[in-house]
């Protein structure tokens, strides 16, 4: 009993003695302490406004990339360059008829569209969009920095498609609504997953905190392998292409928002664009340097590129670069199978991520001086420990995949009809030719009676 009163007071003494660092190294950069609220209400319709924007631009900037692709035009009629067309697309949407099926559920169906619509504009709203800067004679930091709340809003947001397949009435939005609900889910914990590496090399969960400590190494470089997973999941999040099996038309119509028409629908069309935003801007903010110049720009005059509204220019440049590789991916890839898609994220993807986040901890430690006061000798034997794991891993799992992979032994002749319907030939085989009994068995199938013996001899 002594003892575990003495680890106890030991455990708490240790707690005590870490528990400042730990609260100053957490403690977000950002400071809103002394921000006028009429300020903070500007900030939050230039964010708005710089949504809507953006997405009208966006799905211009998409019909006309995509149309380059396939080699035709896109939208070049209304408005110089045919910027004006997704203007008009909205304003039709406007003036269409709003239906309602007759066995939905009135009060969830109208709040499935608002719900999905006002979650991905407030999980715009923790990130950092640039440094200090002056607005209207105040200093004020440009735009939001809060805490990390993207994924849990991203949890709200499921709400939204969910309600709207299941407040239809009709099953094809009930099935997509499901679809969509499962991959968002499991691709959020991926996506969770993928983000605690960036935690432990910042040491905070603030995104100011976070954009600040890469200031001298972006962290797409130490945790490459979570930026590759982050990228793949926020695809799968947005529900785009190759990705996007919620809507897939062949099979689901429209998915969750087929009975929805008019505004109701342009909330669901508005929210998805939004999303491809947010998640893009968090993928900035977390692996790109966020808001802060290019290293060899950044170097230039003691700084000055980092400084006041540059760092929006920076942080605008890097998130439409990643609106250009969701673009490059619905023109360049098909629609992936439901199936291999699922047994992609939870019997690849997570695992994978786990043991990546395990190897981070250990080479975060050894940087650390967990190990001993040799951090470089430590980092070194400790990276090649997971480099074996890793390689031992990989081999022990092509194994059991070529195992797997082998074929099953065909016989050269098949009789076409053995399970009673035909069936034809695979590539190498030669058919046996039917016996009689099975024509006759055949026959029967098809609802046509057996010939006698007599009826055969006269034909």
Request: aromatic share 14%; net charge neutral; charged share 15%.
């Given at each position: ?103 939905a559920d009135k009060v969830v169906f109208l709040l499935a569209p608002m719900i999905a619509g ?123 292409l190759p990705f996007d099996l919620a809507e897939g038309e062949g099979e689901l119509t429209g ?135 890793a390689l031992a891993a990989a081999w022990l799992w092509e194994g059991q995949h070529e195992a ?56």
């Amino acid at each position: 009993m002594s003892l575990i009163v003495s680890l106890a007071a030991g455990a708490q003494n240790g707690v005590h003695a870490i528990a400042p660092s730990l609260a100053s190294a957490d403690n977000p950069i950002a400071d809103f302490s002394d921000t006028p609220w009429w300020l903070s209400l500007i900030k939050a319709l230039l964010v708005f406004v710089f949504l809507l924007i953006n997405t009208l631009l966006v799905i211009w900037f998409e019909r006309r990339v995509i149309g380059r692709m396939q080699q035709r035009p896109g939208p070049n009629r209304t408005g110089p360059f045919g910027l004006l067309q997704t203007l008009a697309d909205g304003l039709k949407l406007a003036f269409k008829e709003d239906l309602t099926p007759k066995n939905a559920d009135k009060v969830v169906f109208l709040l499935a569209p608002m719900i999905a619509g006002a979650m991905a504009f407030i999980s715009f709203s923790i990130i950092p969009m640039g440094p200090v800067v002056s607005m209207f004679g105040a200093l004020a930091w440009a735009w939001c920095a809060t805490g990390l709340l993207v994924l849990a809003v991203a949890g709200v947001g499921v709400y939204g498609i969910i309600m709207a397949g299941w407040s239809s009435g009709s099953t094809y939005p009930l099935l997509g609504g499901l679809r969509s609900t499962a991959q968002v889910i499991s691709y959020e914990i991926a996506m969770g997953l993928s983000l605690v590496a960036v935690f432990l090399y910042s040491g905070s969960m603030s995104t100011s905190q976070i954009v600040a400590s890469q200031k001298s190494l972006w962290f797409i470089i130490p945790a490459f392998f979570s930026f590759l997973v982050y990228v793949v999941t926020m695809v799968g999040e947005t529900n785009r292409l190759p990705f996007d099996l919620a809507e897939g038309e062949g099979e689901l119509t429209g998915g969750f928002h087929t009975e929805y028409s008019s505004m109701k629908f342009a909330m669901f069309f508005l929210g998805e664009y939004v999303n491809m935003f947010t998640v893009s801007a968090l993928a900035t903010t977390m692996f790109l340097g966020g808001w802060q110049a290019p290293p060899g720009i950044a170097a230039i005059n003691d700084g000055m590129f980092n400084q006041g509204w540059w760092g929006l220019l920076w942080f605008v440049i890097k998130l439409w670069s990643f609106m250009f590789f969701f673009v490059w991916l619905r023109g360049s890839l098909p629609r992936v199978r439901y199936d291999q898609f699922m047994r992609f994220g939870w019997k690849f993807l997570i695992p994978v991520t786990l043991m990546w986040v395990v190897s981070v901890t250990f080479i975060r430690g050894a940087q650390l001086a967990f190990f001993g006061e040799s951090t470089r000798t430590a980092t070194v034997i400790v990276v090649g420990v997971i480099s074996l794991i890793a390689l031992a891993a990989a081999w022990l799992w092509e194994g059991q995949h070529e195992a797997a992979a082998v074929p099953a032994e065909r016989p050269e002749e098949i009789d076409p009809f053995a399970g009673g319907y035909p069936v034809p030939p695979m590539p190498g085989q030669r058919l046996r030719e039917p016996s009689q009994q099975a024509e006759r068995s055949l026959a029967g199938s098809t609802g046509h009676p057996e010939l006698s013996d007599q009826e055969e001899s006269r034909g």
